[in-house]
């Protein structure tokens, strides 16, 4: 099956700079890319997506870029700010499948 | 809409005992998930299903069982809890066909002593 892993686990940025977390899969198959953040006790939220067909996705201060190649993907946050602290999951599917295979998770703290 | 409902929030069972964590979701979604999400590990899939009367296994399906015999509800019964099972499980839903954004419910933290 899917295998999905992200680097860093922690990662500390002062408010304003930028933040990357990067996502490695394993099946060529998957052509589905989601990235979801976890407050601390509330549940997953989606904050962006992007397909196989495209290779950069941008929604305000949030972007994704996909290397089908290199089979990774990145989160980028532009300008951070505090209320950015939060765990980022990225996952992986094939299309249509709907079974997210998960990475384990980035926790992000943005210092004030 | 109430979106992705999910009961009971909080539950602690004594090792052996068993019960069902109930799944609703009031937007004709097709597709319905469970996870467990432990400290470190991530979500991890339990068992998913694409329509009414169709369920199938995720990546760690051992210890517990589902059944789809509507749209809306898709229950995931612990049929005798073991302390391995303590984790904080989350059911989600999506639309299906050529829509793969999962919705999440408010998940509910099982401890099992």
């Known amino acids: 099956g899917e295998n999905v892993e992200q680097h860093p686990s922690t990662l500390s940025v002062q408010e304003g700079d930028s933040a990357v977390i990067k996502c490695t899969y394993s099946d060529s198959a998957s052509n589905y890319f989601p990235w979801y953040k976890q407050e601390l006790g509330k549940r997953p939220q989606l904050i962006i997506d992007i397909r196989s067909n495209v290779g950069e996705k941008k929604d305000q201060r949030i972007a994704v870029t996909l290397n089908k190649t290199a089979k990774h993907f990145s989160l980028h946050i532009t300008e951070t700010q505090p209320e950015d602290s939060a765990v980022y999951f990225c996952a992986a599917s094939p299309h249509g499948n709907n079974r997210l295979a998960f990475g384990k998770g980035n926790q992000v703290v943005v210092i004030p | 809409n109430a979106g992705v409902t999910q009961t009971p929030k909080f539950q602690v069972l004594k090792t052996g005992q068993s019960m069902t964590l109930q799944c609703a979701q009031d937007?004709?979604?097709?597709?319905m998930s469970w996870y467990r999400q432990d400290p470190g590990m991530g979500l991890r899939l339990i068992h998913y299903?694409?329509?009414?009367?169709?369920?199938d296994q995720g990546e760690v399906p051992n210890g517990y069982n589902v059944s789809r015999s509507t749209t809306e509800d898709f229950p995931l019964r612990l049929l005798s809890a073991a302390p391995s099972q303590t984790s904080v499980y989350f059911c989600?839903?999506?639309?299906?066909?050529?829509?793969?954004?999962?919705?999440f419910g408010p998940g509910t933290r099982l401890t099992v002593l």
């Open positions: 937007m004709n979604h097709e597709y």
């Open positions: 299903s694409v329509g009414a009367g169709i369920t």
């Open positions: 989600a839903s999506s639309p299906g066909l050529d829509t793969d954004t999962q919705y």
